[in-house]
């Protein structure tokens, strides 16, 4: 049998790092690129140029909006943020976390019977990092589960 997972202090806030740089670092390049080419290009007018840089924006506003994902889990319970969406779970709320083979991201069983991915937790291109995330925050809610005499048991 392994050890079990040290519990980390809390809050502690789960996010794919180097996607996140990835996503951010394609995000300004890009802004840079389409802002310059606007600059460069002499046939083109004012309002032509400020289309182009409002498109390099939205690129940049949807890679950070996709960057901003994230788990934080607190003394209180746990708080993900997606892409387009924010939900807060009280740890009696959460039944397990799940990270199988082939997942995209962690899914965390809820006691309402639904699940919900989250995605501050995904094996992309930090597989191992992602693999500890998804067992630091496992070990969190079972340890959170054993002192919440409230949480239902099953």
């Known amino acids: 049998m392994s050890d079990p997972t040290p ?24 802004l840079l690129v389409i802002s310059g080419i606007a600059m460069l290009l002499e046939q083109l007018g004012p309002g032509e140029r400020l289309s182009f840089v409002i498109t390099g924006a939205l690129i940049f506003w949807v890679l950070a909006q996709l960057a901003r994902v994230k788990v934080v889990a607190d003394e209180s319970g746990v708080t993900v943020v997606n892409i387009a969406s924010r939900r807060r779970l009280e ?25 919900l991915p989250a995605l501050g937790i995904q094996p992309g291109i930090a597989r191992q990092r992602a693999i500890a995330d998804a067992r630091t925050l496992r070990a969190l809610a079972e340890a959170r589960a054993v002192t919440d005499p409230e949480r239902p048991q099953g």
Do not use: C, H, K, Y
Not at 12 to 17: K, Q
Not at 22 to 27: D, E, F, K, S
Not at 91 to 115: C, H, K, M
């Open 7 to 30: 519990l980390p202090d809390l809050p502690v806030t789960f996010r794919p790092g180097r996607t996140r740089a990835v996503l951010l670092t394609a995000g300004v390049v890009i």
């Open 91 to 115: 740890w009696a709320e959460i039944l397990q976390v799940n990270l199988r083979a082939g997942d995209p991201w962690v899914f965390i069983d809820l006691s309402d019977g639904t699940s």
